[in-house]
T-cell receptor
Framework: KQEVTQIPAALSVPEGENLVLNCSFT??????LQWFRQDPGKGLTSLLL?????REQTSGRLNASLDKSSGRSTLYIAASQPGDSATYLC?????????????FGRGTSLIVHP | NAGVTQTPKFQVLKTGQSMTLQCAQD?????MYWYRQDPGMGLRLIYY???????DKGEVPNGYNVSRLNKREFSLRLESAAPSQTSVYFC???????????FGSGTRLTVV
């Protein structure tokens, strides 16, 4: 059974810092990995999707990398801003048995203070 | 706006009451999902529908039923609500071809 772990569970940084959020998974037979952002009381917003054949994806100040062999993905946020404060979740979609059900990590709660 | 629409956004039920949460997507996605999110527990899959006409249990299906009414709509029913079902419920959809998942804005349900 796929297990997804996100470390750290919480992070507080001053504005302007570059930071890295981690997502690790136990089964490397994945189809893709998706990073989401969730603001308090809101739904999940997709940030980046990395297919299993890709190594990284970029969108603005966000860069997500994928290393299937080591079972890891990182979300890099450059020049963090208070508006980046949210919970960030990763979801791993399997590639076996025809199952496309994603497994979610529990998220990293990020606070960026001015 | 294209996406996943959930209704209602908020609901308070008394123990034993029933209700149906509605979900509709306009992206022509084949697969739809219902999750619940609780503090400290993360997102847990209740039921999913891989395609129109099929539904399957997820991790926490007890106390719930679902209906895939058509390709657009996937409803979640609580037949006899219990306080343990107090949660935030999210509907999601995907097209099954690797383009990821789209989530609705959620239904915050309180059972008293």
């Amino acid at each position: 059974k796929q297990e997804v772990t996100q470390i750290p569970a919480a992070l507080s940084v001053p504005e302007g810092e570059n930071l890295v959020l981690n997502c690790s998974f136990t089964d490397s037979a994945i189809y893709n990995l998706q990073w989401f952002r969730q603001d308090p009381g809101k739904g999940l917003t997709s940030l980046l999707l990395i297919q299993s054949s890709q190594r990284e994806q970029t969108s603005g100040r966000l860069n997500a990398s994928l290393d299937k062999s080591s079972g890891r993905s990182t979300l890099y946020i450059a020049a963090s801003q208070p508006g980046d404060s949210a919970t960030y979740l990763c979801a791993v979609r399997g590639d076996s048995g025809g199952s496309y059900i994603p497994t979610f990590g529990r998220g990293t709660s990020l606070i960026v203070h001015p | 706006n294209a996406g996943v629409t959930q209704t209602p956004k908020f609901q308070v039920l008394k123990t034993g009451q029933s209700m149906t949460l509605q979900c509709a997507q306009d992206m022509n996605h084949n697969s739809m999902y219902w999750y619940r999110q609780d503090p400290g527990m993360g997102l847990r899959l209740i039921y999913y529908s891989a395609s129109e006409g099929t539904t399957d249990k997820g991790e926490v299906p007890n106390g719930y039923n679902v209906s895939r009414l058509n390709k657009r709509e996937f409803s979640l029913r609580l037949e006899s609500a219990a306080p343990s079902q107090t949660s935030v419920y999210f509907c999601a959809s995907s097209d099954g071809s690797g383009y990821g998942y789209t989530f609705g804005s959620g239904t915050r349900l309180t059972v008293v």
